[in-house]
T-cell receptor
Framework: AQSVTQLGSHVSVSEGALVLLRCNYS??????LFWYVQYPNQGLQLLLK??????LVKGINGFEAEFKKSETSFHLTKPSAHMSDAAEYFC???????????FGKGITLSVRP | GAGVSQSPSNKVTEKGKDVELRCDPI?????LYWYRQSLGQGLEFLIY????????KSGLPSDRFSAERTGGSVSTLTIQRTQQEDSAVYLC?????????????FGPGTRLTVL
């Protein structure tokens, strides 16, 4: 079985500040890990994913995440927040290919001018 | 290219009525997934199709929910005798299928409101 924990429901940062959104997972098999972003009244857009290989993955819009097996974590970061980053962010885990995504509860990111 | 499309975008219905939600996956994608997003439950998996068969139906919450896929393409999610707790956004996703790391691409969703 798989599960995802995203602590907290809301993060607020100033424009230009570091963004750090935490994600911890549990998986009975080597996981595939994803971050999705959802803008208001829109569907989910893939930010980045980890399947195998390099543990530091880069995604769209300057985001990156690092898979740390020992910590069962896949935290999302961005060095400098932009107003357009305000959205809800979901971490998700899959038990290999062709299986369902299990999502965390999501974190709403607000960016202050 | 065209992404995943869903229709209708919004659906308001009365308790007890049946509804059908449609999903058109990305062309060539053999895998199709339905999820539900609600305030109380977050994002929940409902059902997975590979081609026209559904190897994983474990997320369907009750026998009022059913889904089918025809021609390995369009899928319809049907909710019979709708209840207020069925109110949610229903999301469809598709992926290339077997052998792929299986990145799922999501549609914009159908917002269902049961009065």
């Amino acid at each position: 079985a798989q599960s995802v924990t995203q602590l907290g429901s809301h993060v607020s940062v100033s424009e230009g500040a570091l963004v750090l959104l935490r994600c911890n997972y549990s998986s009975s098999v080597p996981p595939y890990l994803f971050w999705y972003v959802q803008y208001p009244n829109q569907g989910l857009q893939l930010l980045l994913k980890y399947t195998t290989g390099a543990t530091l993955v880069k995604g769209i819009n300057g985001f990156e995440a690092e898979f740390k097996k020992s910590e069962t974590s896949f935290h999302l970061t961005k060095p400098s927040a932009h107003m357009s980053d305000a959205a809800e962010y979901f971490c998700a885990v899959k038990a290999g290919a062709n299986s369902k995504l299990t999502f965390g509860k999501g974190i709403t990111l607000s960016v202050r001018p | 290219g065209a992404g995943v499309s869903q229709s209708p975008s919004n659906k308001v219905t009365e308790k007890g009525k049946d509804v059908e939600l449609r999903c058109d996956p990305i062309s060539g994608h053999t895998a199709l997934y339905w999820y539900r997003q609600s305030l109380g439950q977050g994002l929940e998996f409902l059902i997975y199709f590979q081609g026209n068969s559904a190897p994983d139906k474990s997320g369907l919450p009750s026998d009022r929910f059913s889904a089918e896929r025809t021609g390995g393409s369009v899928s319809t999610l049907t909710i019979q005798r709708t209840q207020q707790e069925d109110s949610a956004v229903y999301l469809c996703a598709s992926s290339l299928g077997p052998g792929d790391p299986d990145t799922q691409y999501f549609g914009p969703g159908t917002r269902l409101t049961v009065l």
